[in-house]
């Protein structure tokens, strides 16, 4: 009898690719579900993308013959979140994984990967009167750079707890902007205004180090109105706050449609203001100036700031740009 119409092709299109499978398991040897596994080709397009099964298993087809780098990592319904991702086999890093290659018709079977535990970072955050405080980020970064790294937010009860981290040396920044109001000054643990003065974590494997906590101090904050020259409003208006040396933080906003912005979130010291546009406002020809009425920053009034208290009144009143025109042939 005649194949059904079209059968041929696709006997062909099956016969020109092949697949990847294999089990994935915890460091005791017990499956693994929900194990993101994703197959990228070396020098290719060629891609596939399975999770695994309640016994652990996963299969992925229709990849064209090739050489593949194959990541597992959790995050596709796996119960628990707390495994370091592993590029094949047993690699932690792309660059010194083990290429599986892929033939046509074939499935390249036994791509297993034993799941190491990683390390917990937890504590809790608190504001300067010892009230929990919500929505506070923590990151956390190698001190030496690289792929290590975690990110969480204070809960209500301000605790926080970042999980995945491979072994290593690690600095945790705490930061508004999580969903807490922004005006509270950034911070490394313990109690250092900069990256560079932070005290160290040692992350091991599967183990949690506890009581890395915070007590965030208020920010000072910066506010005033931009307008024209004519004393319209400006919208849309770049507001940058730089530190003078001998103070760390800084911070930028947008002027609003009547014109205020603030500020937040600035440790005590000395900054220049400077006002440009770019920042949604309707109109790019208006000259850069500092506060008060500078040209440059070397000019500006610095405006200095107290811990927790606002200084208001740092406006601008923006002159217009000269315009040159003509025609390019």
């Known amino acids: 009898p005649r194949a059904p119409r079209g059968s041929s092709r696709a006997s062909s299109r099956v016969a020109s690719t092949g697949g990847i499978s294999g089990t994935v398991t915890d460091n005791t040897s017990k499956a ?3 194990i993101c596994v994703t197959a990228e080709e070396s020098g290719g397009s060629g891609f596939g993308a399975s999770s695994s099964a309640s016994d652990g298993t996963y299969s992925m087809t229709g990849l064209v013959a090739g050489s593949y780098y194959v990541l597992f990592n959790a995050g596709c319904g796996s119960v628990s ?5 592993q590029w094949w086999q047993d690699a932690s890093s792309q660059s010194s994984a083990t290429l599986v290659t892929v033939t046509a018709g074939q499935t390249t079977a036994s791509i297993n990967a034993a799941m190491q535990p990683g390390g917990t970072v937890s504590g809790t955050v608190k504001d300067n009167t010892g009230a929990a405080l919500q929505g506070i980020c ?3 970064g190698l001190v030496t750079g690289g792929s290590g790294e975690g990110f969480a937010s204070s809960g209500s009860d301000g605790t926080y707890s970042v999980t995945g981290l491979a072994p290593g040396s690690y600095n945790v920044m705490f930061s508004a902007g999580c969903g807490s109001t922004p005006n509270w000054i950034t911070q490394w643990w313990e109690n250092a205004s900069s990256q560079g003065s932070a005290t160290p974590i040692s992350v091991t494997v599967g183990k949690t180090v506890s009581g890395i906590d915070a007590s965030m101090q208020p920010g000072g904050t910066i506010a005033g109105t931009v307008k024209s020259s004519t004393g319209s409003a400006l919208a849309g208006l770049c507001v940058d706050v730089n530190p003078l040396p001998g103070t760390s933080g800084g911070g930028y906003a947008a002027s609003a449609s009547d014109g205020t912005y603030s500020v937040g979130g600035l440790p005590a010291g000395s900054y220049t203001v400077e006002f440009t546009p770019g920042c949604g406002s309707a109109s790019q020809n208006w000259l850069d ?6 040209s440059s920053s070397s000019t500006a009034t610095p405006v200095v700031v107290a811990t927790g208290k606002t200084v208001s009144g740092i406006n601008a009143s923006l002159q217009p740009g000269g315009i040159i025109t003509g025609t390019v042939k």
């Open 32 to 34: 693994l579900l929900g």
């Open 138 to 140: 923590v990151g956390v």
């Open 289 to 294: 100036q500092w506060w008060k009425n500078a």
């Open 81 to 85: 979140a707390n495994w370091l991702q």
